[in-house]
């Protein structure tokens, strides 16, 4: 079980979906509001992520952990700047993971299938098992590399192509996801 716990606020669904994937209680919901944002983390000890200068600044004055991801991030970027800074493991356990979809906690129900517990939507391992597991690689090897900055200055893409690429390997995921429930 992992011990990190966040709240991602409406710009980040992508990011949420990622984190819930690695195991991490992430709360995520479109209708948030930064007040309602602020609240929770305080109230039950969550990390903000967000891409909203004004909100990280005001949790950060009420003494709140906060992460600004850049405005232009790309998935694996992101995710190899959490690692760094909260120690997030880049490796799925399909014992500990959580539903994509509503953060519940999945329960195995038969060979390399599971179901979550709150909204009973199905997951197993498909063709979209390696596009995650590609993303995850090339996290992992930014991490290692100590590629972009851990504070999200100087994190600008390398290129047009290479957002477009993670960002519909990471879409693909979702609509495989999706497909097969």
Not at 59 to 67: D, P, R, T, V
Request: net charge positive; charged share 35%; hydrophobic share 30%.
């Amino acid at each position: 079980m992992q011990t990190q716990k966040f709240i991602v606020d409406a710009m980040l669904g992508k990011l949420a979906r990622w984190l819930r994937i690695l195991g991490y209680d992430t709360l995520y919901d479109s209708s948030y509001e930064d007040w309602k944002i602020i609240k929770t983390a305080e109230e039950q000890k969550r990390i903000i992520i967000t891409r909203d200068r004004g909100l990280c600044n005001r949790a950060k004055k009420k003494g709140l952990e906060c992460f600004m991801v850049n405005p232009d991030y790309d998935i694996a970027n992101t995710l190899a700047q959490l690692a760094r800074k909260y120690k997030i493991d880049l490796h799925v356990n399909v014992d500990a993971t959580r539903c994509s979809e509503c953060n519940g906690i999945l329960l195995k129900v038969g060979d390399n299938k599971w179901q979550c517990s709150r909204c009973k939507k199905v997951y197993w391992k498909g063709r979209h098992w390696r596009t995650i597991e590609e993303i995850l690689i090339k996290a992992q090897s930014r991490v290692e590399s100590n590629e972009g900055s851990s504070d999200n200055r100087g994190t600008k893409p390398r290129g047009r192509e290479k957002v477009s690429k993670d960002s519909q390997t990471s879409d693909n995921v979702k609509a495989e996801v999706n497909r097969q429930v």
